[in-house]
């Protein structure tokens, strides 16, 4: 069987890590983005450059891949399936709908008997007024938020400001007392045939992931049901690549699901040292309908995100053997902004 040309929808440090462990398999890729500079250029085997409503872009890109996957689920949804209609994009573009908007995510999970924080949708100040018994509680915008972008912390309903914009819609989950954050990241290449990576332990700072660790130290039960619980979000979905379950824990051990990733995790950057097959080839090998292969740990890690600043002093340093460093060569140190990472693996 030849090969297929990958096309991959948006050029940050996803969509050029799926590139590159693409190119490791002599897969060739093609990155549409709509950053002239986005970091896939240097990645990707071809960079397209474009507005992702552009029609003549999208057929560009179009003609020369022979499918499609993508690195964020912020893609409009038209979008997707309009693409969908020519050459076959996975994951299903129903599933990044539903996923996209934290509501019809978090019923998904309910709807599945899957544990979430307690959450109502808010459309205007009564709403939050009706809801107190849910504060502290965090209010998230239901759609495009990431690192923790679009989320107001309320305590009471004095902590309500003009910054909070009714235009949009918003939900309100409840504060949970988080004794530990967790991610399971699953492959899924067909009908119960999967590869899964233990349970990885994350640390955010300021609502931004900073450090991801395996082995996580939490409960056997815990391990089981978070797995279990990724297994069945995949096989709902009837899910083709890597996608990742967030959770949390709380002070008394209860596990909750946070929120679903249809595609490769920040978390799982340290499979790329840990084991013998990454997310980022388990995500290409499955949408490409390659073989999959026995995905094993072969080391326990440690990954830290290098966030704005952070990356300078690292780009001058020398590395042990057992550090790897990865520099996401985005143009311009902005605070708050993932430029790199380095994972640390354990001997
Ligand atoms: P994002 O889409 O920005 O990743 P998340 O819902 O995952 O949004 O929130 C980012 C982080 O904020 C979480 O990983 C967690 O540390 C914190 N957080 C989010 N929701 C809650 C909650 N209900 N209780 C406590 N902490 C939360
Ligand atoms: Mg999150």
């Not at 997310?279 to 080391?299: D, M, P, S, W, Y």
């Amino acid at each position: 069987m030849n090969k297929p040309t990958l096309g991959i929808i948006g050029g940050g440090q996803l969509g050029s890590l799926l590139a590159d462990a693409a190119k490791k398999i002599d897969i060739q890729t093609v990155i549409l983005s709509d950053d002239p500079d986005a970091p896939g250029k240097h990645f990707a085997t071809k960079f397209i450059f474009g507005q992702y409503d552009d029609d003549t872009t999208i057929k560009n890109f179009i003609n020369e891949v022979d499918l499609v996957t993508y690195e964020f689920e912020n893609i409009p949804f038209k979008i997707l399936k309009k693409i969908n209609k020519k050459k076959k994009v996975l994951p299903n573009p129903e599933i990044n709908k539903l996923i996209q908007h934290r509501e019809t995510e978090k019923n998904f999970l309910n709807e599945n008997n899957i544990t979430t924080t307690k959450y109502v949708t808010v459309r205007n100040q009564k709403d939050l007024s009706e809801n107190v018994n849910l504060l502290p509680g965090l209010l998230k915008t239901t759609t495009l938020g990431y690192d923790g972008k679009g989320q107001y912390k309320l305590n009471t309903l004095d902590d309500v400001t003009d910054e909070i914009d009714f235009t949009k819609e918003y939900i309100l989950e409840k504060f949970i007392h988080l004794k530990k954050e967790i991610s399971v990241v699953i492959t899924r290449y067909n009908q119960n045939n999967y590869e899964i990576y233990d349970p990885i332990e994350n640390v955010h700072e300021e609502q931004i992931l900073k450090y991801s660790t395996i082995p996580s130290d939490i409960p056997d039960n815990i391990r089981t049901q978070s797995i279990e619980w990724a297994k069945q979000v995949v096989e709902k979905l009837d899910y083709i690549g890597t996608l990742c379950v967030e959770f949390f824990i709380d002070e008394d051990d209860n596990l909750y699901a946070n929120e679903i990733a249809p595609r490769v995790h920040n978390s799982g950057h340290l499979t790329m040292n840990s084991h013998n097959i990454s997310q980022f080839e388990n995500h290409v090998r499955a949408v490409c309908g390659l073989e999959k292969i026995e995905t094993k740990k072969i080391f326990n890690a440690k990954m830290i995100n290098l966030i704005g600043d952070d990356i300078t002093p690292y780009r001058n340093k020398t590395f042990n053997d057992n550090e790897f460093f990865y520099d996401y060569l985005k143009t311009e140190i902005k605070n708050k902004r993932k430029m790199g990472h380095i994972t640390i693996i354990k001997k």
